[in-house]
Each structure stands twice: as structure tokens, then as C-alpha cells.
């Protein structure tokens, strides 16, 4: 529960901005709270202003994977620091930090800094439309790919909580092309291509939704959208803000085997400051100003901060990929409980370190299914699991993140906090 402070801070910001927040999920209104306001983090564990204490597996929506204010990096940020916050012109770590997310996926041959999940999405949209000079593409009901006007339908996350699937503000001309199919299920796409095939640009899709909580892909359908993008010289873009470089160093591609035209990343890409990318096949980014005619741009895009933080966390990655095995395992841990601890009642999806819990006796596959929780259950186990010292999504509707600061006592007293839970629910 929000302390006093949060409470003194809350209304004050209520005052200036909307909703006293700066994204809607932090609101808390999901889940009929105050939000407690932050003011430090280190490792596993965040601390507000009131001086609480809790295991945070929020992880600042997943880019903390080593954890906060990892030693290394916090270092590398003060050193950049010294020599200057963002120039708006090149600079040498720019080109280290593209080398080293070509290593981690090789799909991406060229690619583009931008500065949030958002941008990048929005750019690679853009970029397969000039590339295929084609306007429609293809997304999935209950996946997120951030809030340009095109992409805003049939959203998840925020939007998902809220009830508010669609967005005021957007015109009916910006999203016309914009086709919507349901996730995992390779037959409402095959009618959307047999309907407009030669149309389509691209399906954009995230290859283990996570912003409707998480859904992992059934079997066989990423390698479906392969191919049918393939048949139909369409492209698929893989929207990995989420599962790139944590579910594998090489993300979801290599998790799943799979390789997509296009790749759109954030997150840890910057190791928890702005920083995000959008890259694939060269031919197709050779289309983006200043080589070919999609124009993007910004002043901001490759600040040396924000990549200093990506890099160190990438080679941090690259060279401890234990990371992966103990993240997986400990997430495994977790869900194994809530499974015994809720029977049932609930659904628990996992992903490599990315989880759900869902309170409803349904198996979550789809949007549809996701909806089908009972949120006001959520909201009390949201509730009981912050009084306790766990820190969780106040959403039901979006991801549990598991970092490598997380220890095996914090993995236990979490275990327990879960199992009490049940006489509460």
C-alpha cells in the first residue's frame, strides 16, 4: 500500500500531469491503489520514499535483467557522463553497439538507434511500406508495438487494463490499413493474405506476445507466418522490445528458430536507458534515409549514454550466458508454485524468464482467452503480494520478470509469500 509520502507525491502530481503518472499502468488503477513512488534500486530489490522495501519483478518492465544498477554498467554511465551527455552528431560507440547486436542476431545486417520501443516500431513499419511499396500490414489483437497512430488497435498492455483496446485521437484514415488477426490462430491470417495478399507490406508480431500477459507462440506458428509472409513477398517483423536478449541471447529468434525480415528492439538494448533499434535484411534498411527515400530521424537517436549502457550490458550477456539457464530456472521455480498453489484456478504461462499468472480455469492461447480473468482476483493477489514485499506488474495483463540479482532467498521468500496467498484468494 502507498505510504504517506507516495500519497503527499500522488496528489501533487495529479495536479500537473495526467493521472499524477507518465504511462497509465503506473496509476495503479487496475488495481484500486495509490501507486507507491520509487525512489532507489539496487540488484533485486527497489525502495520508495516511505522506506519500503520490496523483490521487484517488474524490473522496470524487463530491461533490468542483471538486475538495477549493476556495477558495471552504473560505472560505464558515469564515465560517458564525463564527457558529455549527447553531441547530435556520430560517435565510434555507435558503430561498437551495432556490431554487437549483429553478433547476438545475425538477421539484423544494418539497423537504426532510435529511442523507445515506439519509434522503433513505427520506423520499421514504415521502412517495410517503402521497401515493398505496399501500405497494409497485419498485427495481432492484444499485442502492443507502442502508440503511433497505426498500431494503436486492438492493443494490449495499458490499453488491455483500461478496457480501452482503441485510442481517441486517432483518425480512421491512420489506421485503415491496418489489418488485425488473432494470435496463434494461422488461419485468420491466411484469410486476411487470400483477401488482400499483394497489399500487404508486412505482419508485425511479437513472437511471444507479452503485453496481454504473456502468451507464448503454439507450436508451429511463427514458422507459419515464415512462410506465408514468404509466399506472398511480404515481410515479418519480429517486435522483440520484450524478448530481445533475454529469452536467449539472440532473443526469440533464436529461441524459436526463426528468422524475420525485421527486428524491432528496446529494452535492454540499452540496458535500462532510453534506447532503442529497429534492423534487418540490408536491402530492406538500405530504403531508410539517408540511402534510400523512407525518411526517419532524430537528435537524440545513438546518445553515447544510452548506448554506453547497452553495450556494457550486452558484453555483460555475451559473456555470461549462465544468465539464461538460471533466470529459466528460477522462473520455472515460481510458476511451479503458483501451479500448486492455485490448482486449477489459474493459468500460468512462461517463456525462458518471462511469466504470467492469470486467474482463470481457461488455457490462455489468445486474446480472447486472456480476457477471461478475473481481474478483481488479480487485484487482491496484486495487493496482498505488495503489503507482503513483492513487487509485481499492477496489471494482470502484463509480465513477471525474473533478473540475474534475483537470489535464491529471494526466490524462496517470494515462493512462500505465493502460498499464503491462497487463503487470501
Same mark, same amino acid.
Given at each position: 500500500?502507498?505510504?504517506?509520502?507516495?500519497?503527499?507525491?500522488?496528489?501533487?502530481?495529479?495536479?500537473?500531469?495526467?493521472?499524477? =503518472?507518465?504511462?497509465?499502468?503506473?496509476?495503479?488503477?487496475?488495481?484500486?491503489?495509490?501507486?507507491?513512488?520509487?525512489?532507489?534500486?539496487?540488484?533485486?530489490?527497489?525502495?520508495?520514499?516511505?522506506?519500503?522495501?520490496?523483490?521487484?519483478?517488474?524490473?522496470?518492465?524487463?530491461?533490468?535483467?542483471?538486475?538495477?544498477?549493476?556495477?558495471?554498467?552504473?560505472?560505464?554511465?558515469?564515465?560517458?557522463?564525463?564527457?558529455?551527455?549527447?553531441?547530435?552528431?556520430?560517435?565510434?560507440?555507435?558503430?561498437?553497439?551495432?556490431?554487437? *547486436?549483429?553478433?547476438?542476431?545475425?538477421?539484423?545486417?544494418?539497423?537504426?538507434?532510435?529511442?523507445?520501443?515506439?519509434?522503433?516500431?513505427?520506423?520499421?513499419?514504415?521502412?517495410?511500406?517503402?521497401?515493398?511499396?505496399?501500405?497494409?500490414?497485419?498485427?495481432?489483437?492484444?499485442?502492443?508495438?507502442?502508440?503511433?497512430?497505426?498500431?494503436?488497435?486492438?492493443?494490449?498492455?495499458?490499453?488491455?487494463?483500461?478496457?480501452?483496446?482503441?485510442?481517441?485521437? *486517432?483518425?480512421?484514415?491512420?489506421?485503415?490499413?491496418?489489418?488485425?488477426?488473432?494470435?496463434?490462430?494461422?488461419?485468420?491470417?491466411?484469410?486476411?493474405?487470400?483477401?488482400?495478399?499483394?497489399?500487404?507490406?508486412? =505482419?508485425?508480431?511479437?513472437?511471444?506476445?507479452?503485453?496481454?500477459? *504473456? =502468451?507464448?507462440?503454439?507450436?508451429?506458428?511463427?514458422?507459419?507466418?515464415?512462410?506465408?509472409?514468404?509466399?506472398?513477398?511480404?515481410?515479418?517483423?519480429?517486435?522483440?522490445?520484450?524478448?530481445?536478449?533475454?529469452?536467449?541471447?539472440?532473443?526469440?529468434?533464436?529461441?524459436?528458430?526463426?528468422?524475420?525480415?525485421?527486428?524491432?528492439?528496446?529494452?535492454? *538494448?540499452?540496458?535500462?536507458?532510453?534506447?532503442?533499434?529497429?534492423?534487418?535484411?540490408?536491402?530492406?534498411?538500405?530504403? =531508410?534515409?539517408?540511402?534510400?527515400?523512407?525518411?526517419?530521424?532524430?537528435?537524440?537517436?545513438?546518445?553515447?549514454?544510452?548506448?554506453?549502457?547497452?553495450?556494457?550490458?550486452?558484453?555483460?550477456?555475451?559473456?555470461?550466458?549462465?544468465?539464461?539457464?538460471?533466470?529459466?530456472?528460477?522462473?520455472?521455480?515460481?510458476?511451479?508454485?503458483?501451479?500448486?498453489?492455485?490448482?486449477?484456478?489459474?493459468?500460468?504461462?512462461?517463456?525462458?524468464?518471462?511469466?504470467?499468472?492469470?486467474?482463470?480455469?481457461?488455457?490462455?492461447?489468445?486474446?480472447?482467452?486472456?480476457?477471461?480473468?478475473?481481474?478483481?482476483?488479480?487485484?487482491?493477489?496484486?495487493?496482498?503480494?505488495?503489503?507482503?514485499?513483492?513487487?509485481?506488474?499492477?496489471?494482470?495483463?502484463?509480465?513477471?520478470?525474473?533478473?540475474?540479482?534475483?537470489?535464491?532467498?529471494?526466490?524462496?521468500?517470494?515462493?512462500?509469500?505465493?502460498?499464503?496467498?491462497?487463503?487470501?484468494?
Amino acid at each position: 500500500m502507498a505510504g504517506r509520502k507516495s500519497e503527499v507525491l500522488f496528489g501533487n502530481s495529479q495536479e500537473l500531469m495526467p493521472g499524477g =503518472v507518465n504511462s497509465p499502468v503506473r496509476a495503479f488503477r487496475a488495481v484500486h491503489q495509490n501507486p507507491v513512488f520509487i525512489e532507489k534500486a539496487k540488484g533485486s530489490k527497489i525502495y520508495d520514499v516511505d522506506g519500503n522495501v520490496y523483490i521487484d519483478y517488474v524490473c522496470s518492465w524487463g530491461p533490468g535483467i542483471l538486475g538495477h544498477a549493476e556495477e558495471h554498467v552504473v560505472d560505464a554511465v558515469k564515465a560517458a557522463c564525463e564527457n558529455g551527455l549527447t553531441f547530435g552528431a556520430p560517435t565510434e560507440k555507435e558503430y561498437i553497439i551495432a556490431k554487437l *547486436v549483429q553478433e547476438f542476431m545475425p538477421s539484423i545486417e544494418m539497423l537504426r538507434l532510435v529511442n523507445s520501443g515506439t519509434e522503433a516500431a513505427m520506423s520499421a513499419i514504415r521502412a517495410a511500406r517503402g521497401f515493398t511499396e505496399r501500405d497494409k500490414i497485419i498485427k495481432f489483437r492484444g499485442c502492443y508495438h507502442g502508440h503511433s497512430d497505426g498500431l494503436l488497435v486492438k492493443a494490449g498492455s495499458g490499453a488491455l487494463t483500461q478496457s480501452v483496446p482503441d485510442s481517441l485521437g *486517432v483518425p480512421q484514415g491512420y489506421t485503415e490499413s491496418t489489418l488485425v488477426a488473432e494470435y496463434n490462430d494461422i488461419t485468420s491470417v491466411e484469410k486476411l493474405f487470400e483477401e488482400s495478399g499483394n497489399e500487404i507490406a508486412a =505482419v508485425i508480431v511479437e513472437p511471444v506476445a507479452a503485453n496481454m500477459g *504473456v =502468451v507464448p507462440p503454439a507450436r508451429d506458428f511463427l514458422n507459419k507466418l515464415r512462410n506465408i509472409t514468404n509466399k506472398h513477398n511480404s515481410l515479418l517483423i519480429f517486435d522483440e522490445v520484450i524478448t530481445g536478449f533475454r529469452l536467449a541471447p539472440g532473443g526469440a529468434q533464436e529461441y524459436y528458430d526463426i528468422v524475420p525480415d525485421i527486428t524491432v528492439l528496446g529494452k535492454i *538494448v540499452g540496458g535500462g536507458m532510453p534506447l532503442a533499434a529497429y534492423g534487418g535484411r540490408k536491402d530492406i534498411m538500405e530504403v =531508410v534515409a539517408p540511402l534510400g527515400g523512407v525518411y526517419q530521424a532524430g537528435t537524440l537517436s545513438g546518445n553515447p549514454v544510452a548506448v554506453t549502457a547497452g553495450i556494457e550490458t550486452l558484453k555483460i550477456l555475451g559473456k555470461n550466458k549462465e544468465i539464461y539457464n538460471k533466470i529459466e530456472k528460477n522462473t520455472t521455480k515460481l510458476r511451479n508454485v503458483m501451479e500448486n498453489t492455485f490448482g486449477n484456478s489459474v493459468c500460468v504461462n512462461q517463456a525462458g524468464s518471462l511469466m504470467s499468472v492469470f486467474f482463470t480455469c481457461q488455457k490462455v492461447i489468445d486474446y480472447s482467452t486472456a480476457v477471461t480473468s478475473d481481474t478483481e482476483k488479480y487485484a487482491k493477489y496484486f495487493c496482498y503480494m505488495l503489503e507482503n514485499g513483492v513487487y509485481i506488474a499492477p496489471s494482470q495483463f502484463e509480465a513477471m520478470f525474473i533478473s540475474a540479482a534475483h537470489t535464491d532467498e529471494d526466490i524462496e521468500i517470494t515462493c512462500d509469500i505465493i502460498r499464503k496467498t491462497a487463503e487470501l484468494l
